[in-house]
């Protein structure tokens, strides 16, 4: 209440009040009727403008809309009233003042949302892949500034909360930055917190309902969510994630491209099985993937030493170069094998997904593992 209390027109009237007291015939200058709507039109707007900054907790923002203001009124009203003619330039002043101040705060916070966008987009294509954004991720996120207000926030984000003017808005009206988990849509996620470049990305990924499992289950060493050996997630959660992908790239009309590895181990003769080394060799297979997909591509173990990538709003060539570079080993990996008692090989399947019809999950299984050793369209 008190922040409202500054309204720009609650200040207004004492001080022009003050400036009519002061005035005289003398110094009295009439601006003329279009002038003075011109300028009650720009002082209405800057008011709209203050009012929506209280609103969204843009409190940086409301000094120079209210010197710019104020600035106005005093030119103007000094000049009717006959004031002393140093105050029209005092108001002017003021009002150049807050003008450029304003435009100090656009620019302020404008760029370091395009250097950002930039450093993704070349840190996706020396990737290979396409070019990251906001809208490329399949989790819902938003990207604030460094006062919680939301500058960008993707079409999940949107789709969860309802809100299709999220921008400008605190992120305080979803859930609150800090914490690790948070209500979102009437769901609970858990929410990833990173600061770049003085902005603030969050990213929600829905928590898992709680499963009533057998207490075998409960004492499990995996999860629902995770594999435990690689890290990836499940075959599981597979079947949730991919479903949700389709669904989502059939509405938007969106590329989507699977690439299934298999990793074959071939024994010299007369050996015995080593899984603790097949496993081993996976593991850190599994960690090169990681380092060369993007963040927003999402990795999935199916079992039987089987990878599953997905990778959403990707172009089909950017997705065949990936699994074109995730087949040839590097030299590090081929270095570990040379002592192995059995030779490595990583087959791969691919599917391109355009999006224009539909496609359910266990036809994309289907067609990604008949590509296996080519390729499917």
Same mark, same amino acid.
């Given at each position: 209440?008190?922040?409202?209390?500054?309204?720009?027109?609650?200040?207004?009237?004492?001080?022009?009040?003050?400036?009519?007291?002061?005035?005289?015939?003398?110094?009295?200058?009439?601006?003329?009727?279009?002038?003075?709507?011109?300028?009650?039109?720009?002082?209405?707007?800057?008011?709209?403008?203050?009012?929506?900054?209280?609103?969204?907790?843009?409190?940086?923002?409301?000094?120079?809309?209210?010197?710019?203001?104020?600035?106005?009124?005093?030119?103007?009203?000094?000049?009717?009233?006959?004031?002393?003619?140093?105050?029209?330039?005092?108001?002017?002043?003021?009002?150049?003042?807050?003008?450029?101040?304003?435009?100090? %705060?656009?620019?302020?916070?404008?760029?370091?949302?395009?250097?950002?966008?930039?450093?993704?987009?070349?840190?996706?294509?020396?990737?290979?892949?396409?070019?990251?954004?906001?809208?490329?991720?399949?989790?819902?996120?938003?990207?604030?500034?460094?006062?919680?207000?939301?500058?960008?926030?993707?079409?999940? %984000?949107?789709?969860?909360?309802?809100?299709?003017?999220?921008?400008?808005?605190?992120?305080?009206?979803?859930?609150?930055?800090?914490?690790?988990?948070?209500?979102?849509?009437?769901?609970?996620?858990?929410?990833?917190?990173?600061?770049?470049?003085?902005? %603030?990305?969050?990213?929600?990924?829905?928590?898992?309902?709680?499963?009533?499992?057998?207490?075998?289950?409960?004492?499990?060493?995996?999860?629902?969510?995770?594999?435990?050996?690689?890290?990836?997630?499940?075959?599981?959660?597979?079947?949730?994630?991919?479903?949700?992908?389709?669904?989502?790239?059939?509405?938007?009309?969106?590329?989507?491209?699977?690439?299934?590895?298999?990793?074959?181990?071939?024994?010299?003769?007369?050996?015995?099985?080593?899984?603790?080394?097949?496993?081993? %060799?996976?593991?850190?297979?599994?960690?090169?993937?990681?380092?060369?997909?993007?963040?927003?591509?999402?990795?999935?173990?199916?079992?039987?030493?089987?990878?599953?990538?997905?990778?959403?709003?990707?172009?089909?060539?950017?997705?065949?170069?990936?699994?074109?570079?995730?087949?040839?080993?590097?030299?590090?990996?081929?270095?570990?094998?040379?002592?192995?008692?059995?030779?490595?090989?990583?087959?791969?399947?691919?599917?391109?997904?355009?999006?224009?019809?539909?496609?359910?999950?266990?036809?994309?299984?289907?067609?990604?593992?008949?590509?296996?050793?080519?390729?499917?369209?």
């Amino acid at each position: 209440m008190i922040v409202w209390a500054t309204l720009p027109p609650l200040i207004s009237l004492p001080l022009s009040l003050i400036l009519v007291a002061f005035g005289s015939e003398m110094h009295k200058v009439s601006a003329g009727a279009p002038l003075w709507v011109l300028l009650l039109l720009l002082y209405f707007a800057l008011t709209m403008m203050y009012v929506f900054s209280i609103k969204n907790g843009l409190y940086t923002q409301m000094t120079p809309l209210q010197m710019a203001t104020q600035g106005i009124m005093i030119c103007i009203v000094s000049m009717e009233a006959g004031a002393p003619p140093i105050l029209p330039w005092v108001g002017v002043v003021i009002a150049v003042s807050g003008f450029f101040m304003i435009i100090h %705060f656009f620019m302020h916070r404008q760029t370091p949302r395009s250097s950002a966008a930039e450093q993704a987009l070349v840190s996706a294509n020396t990737a290979g892949g396409a070019g990251t954004s906001p809208e490329t991720t399949p989790f819902p996120l938003v990207v604030t500034d460094d006062e919680g207000v939301i500058v960008e926030a993707n079409a999940s %984000f949107k789709d969860l909360t309802g809100d299709a003017l999220a921008e400008g808005k605190s992120v305080m009206t979803f859930f609150t930055p800090g914490e690790t988990e948070g209500v979102v849509g009437g769901k609970k996620h858990a929410v990833f917190q990173k600061a770049k470049d003085g902005l %603030f990305h969050f990213l929600l990924i829905d928590n898992p309902p709680p499963v009533k499992s057998t207490k075998v289950q409960e004492t499990s060493s995996g999860t629902d969510l995770f594999d435990p050996k690689t890290g990836l997630y499940s075959r599981k959660y597979a079947q949730l994630r991919i479903k949700e992908e389709l669904s989502r790239a059939n509405r938007y009309r969106r590329w989507l491209c699977g690439i299934l590895l298999k990793v074959n181990c071939a024994y010299l003769p007369g050996l015995g099985k080593q899984p603790t080394l097949e496993d081993t %060799f996976l593991v850190a297979y599994v960690q090169y993937i990681k380092n060369t997909i993007r963040e927003s591509d999402m990795g999935f173990f199916m079992g039987e030493r089987e990878i599953l990538l997905l990778l959403p709003e990707t172009p089909q060539q950017g997705a065949k170069d990936t699994a074109l570079k995730l087949i040839d080993l590097p030299e590090p990996l081929l270095e570990m094998t040379k002592d192995y008692p059995f030779a490595t090989e990583i087959e791969y399947g691919f599917l391109y997904y355009s999006g224009n019809y539909p496609l359910v999950y266990d036809q994309f299984i289907q067609k990604l593992y008949s590509s296996l050793g080519g390729s499917t369209e």
